[in-house]
């Protein structure tokens, strides 16, 4: 396994539309997803798309029993998920602090569906399905984004709410971790 390098905001490959896996249970898929979980173990995330590490390819991971930048949040089942499909079930929207890999030391306060299903496919091709809420639903929305080429900050409803995560809130140690 190799710890990939994590782009950062700015650098437009992560504003590209991911492409469709077409071949799965491949060792080229395997090594890619292996490397994903080295990449987001070493960074402390809770979830990595495959566009953070340069890769066009629709492939999300999350999953964490505890995460030190996010404390409070509940255990999320380790994922692979390929070529996903997200339906909302329901029209509740929650606000939270959200923070990326890919936008190192800040976080805002952004909005999304409280409530979700996902489907898709694991390395292997099998169908994945799940409900999701709470923590769990904003990641996986989260690392969907970056499969369109969308990062938090634009998800944002008001930036006044969004800056280095030390100038935010000092001494919250949710968010005193840099990303």
Known sequence: MTIREILKMGDLRLLRQAKPV???GTPELQKLIEDMFETMADADGAGLAAPQIGVDLQVVIFGFEKNERYPDAEAIP???LI????KVIGDEVEE???GCLSVPGMRGMVPRWAKIR???FDQHGNPISREA???HSRVVQHECDH???VLYPMRMSDLRRFGYIDALVPG???ISRDD
């Open 22 to 24: 077409t071949k799965f």
């Open 78 to 80: 380790r994922t692979i």
């Open 83 to 86: 070529n996903p499909v997200l």
């Open 96 to 98: 939270a602090w959200e």
């Open 118 to 120: 996902y489907e898709g």
């Open 133 to 135: 809420t709470g923590f």
């Open 147 to 149: 499969l369109g080429g």
């Open 172 to 174: 919250r140690e949710f």
